[in-house]
Each structure stands twice: as structure tokens, then as C-alpha cells.
């Protein structure tokens, strides 16, 4: 019943809300990048969503325009040449993210779930189709994004990606939705260009 019927309605009524309220911030993040970076506000890049369709997601752009494109940050040589200025900062803040509550809208995404991957991020997609967590919608945030984030390596990411699936409740979604707010209040788990320092055996239960 939640997962089907209330998880949507839910999401709905959160990303609705988000947007009008934090529309001061929409406005003002969007001049600052403009002003301070040439290019366009937006980056949309392609992402693959509820049982592997893929979608473009948005997010504020945070990197210069001559970026590698469709390269995991982790992925990059020496990544913080290609973030900007107030890039950086939003990225700390997670500031960048908040153009996905209108891809939460749409039905593409839901406030919790499993971060959406790349394509060519084969070993992650893999993992997530044997433990059936590309079946459900990809989260702004989620149970390994409160357990790691970037610090984590790809078996763990999906380990937890698989554990949220099987426990996915009302509760355990609030219980991310707080704990996503103190992780953001602390910038843990930020490694710019880093992944996989937290082991297997380190996994919360």
C-alpha cells in the first residue's frame, strides 16, 4: 500500500511544497551562476530511472562548461579544477540538487530512494537489478546517502540501495529524510573525486 499509493502522493505534496517555498532560492542561486560562470543555470544529463528508463535529470550547474561529460565526478583527474566557485558551495550544501524536486514532480524521481546512476555505470546498475532496487523510483536522497555517500564503494552503495528496498516503510523513508538533513548540515560523506573508503564490513545494519 505505501510503496504503490502513499510514497507518490507523498512525494507529490513535498516537491509541490519545496518548490514554492524555496522558489526565493531557486531565483537567487540562478543569478549567482549566471553572473559568476558562462554557461546555461541548468545541467541536465541523462540518468537511469524506475526499472532503467532513462530520464534527464537537473541539477544547478556546479562545473565549468568544458567538463568531460557523462564522467562520475570520482572519475575525474583532479576534479575541483572543473567546479566553480559558487559550485563549490553548492555541492558542500547540496544546493545543486534542488532542481530535482521538479523531476520529483513528473514522476522521474521520489524524495527517497536509491541516488539515479549513470548509464555507463554498469558494475552500480548490475548490482541494483540482482537486489531489485532499479525497480523502484531513484531518490534525491536515500538510506546510503545518510551511510557514506561518496566515501562508499559500489558493492556497499548498492548493498544499501538492495536494504532499503526490502525495509522501504513510511518510517524508514522519514528516518532518511531527517537523517539527510543533519548529513547536509555536517557535509559528511563529501569527497570530491574520492570513493570507496568505506569498507563492506563497515556497513550499518
Not at 187 to 202: N, P, Y
Request: aromatic share 8%; glycine share 10%; proline share 6%.
Amino acid at each position: 500500500m505505501y510503496r504503490h499509493f502513499m510514497k507518490r502522493g507523498i512525494d507529490v505534496v513535498l516537491s509541490g511544497l519545496g518548490i514554492v517555498v524555496l522558489s526565493p532560492v531557486f531565483i537567487i542561486t540562478a543569478m549567482i551562476i549566471k553572473y559568476t560562470s558562462p554557461g546555461p543555470v541548468l545541467f541536465k544529463q541523462e540518468r537511469v530511472g524506475k526499472n532503467n528508463k532513462l530520464f534527464k535529470i537537473y541539477k544547478f550547474r556546479s562545473m565549468r562548461m568544458d567538463t568531460p561529460k557523462d564522467v562520475p565526478t570520482h572519475q575525474l583527474k583532479n576534479p575541483d579544477q572543473y567546479i566553480t566557485k559558487i559550485g563549490k558551495f553548492m555541492r558542500k550544501t547540496s544546493l545543486d540538487e534542488l532542481p530535482q524536486l521538479f523531476n520529483i514532480l513528473k514522476g522521474e524521481m521520489a524524495v527517497i530512494g536509491p541516488r539515479p546512476s549513470l548509464p555507463n555505470q554498469t558494475d552500480l546498475n548490475a548490482l541494483r537489478d540482482k537486489n531489485g532496487s532499479s525497480s523502484i523510483r531513484p531518490g534525491l536522497t536515500g538510506w546510503a546517502q545518510i551511510n557514506g555517500r561518496d566515501e562508499l564503494e559500489i558493492e556497499v552503495k548498492a548493498g544499501l540501495d538492495g536494504d532499503y528496498v526490502k525495509h522501504m516503510s513510511f518510517l524508514f523513508d522519514c528516518k532518511c529524510f531527517f537523517g539527510t538533513i543533519t548529513s547536509v548540515m555536517k557535509s559528511d560523506g563529501i569527497v570530491e573525486g574520492g570513493t570507496g573508503e568505506l569498507h563492506k564490513e563497515e556497513r550499518p545494519l
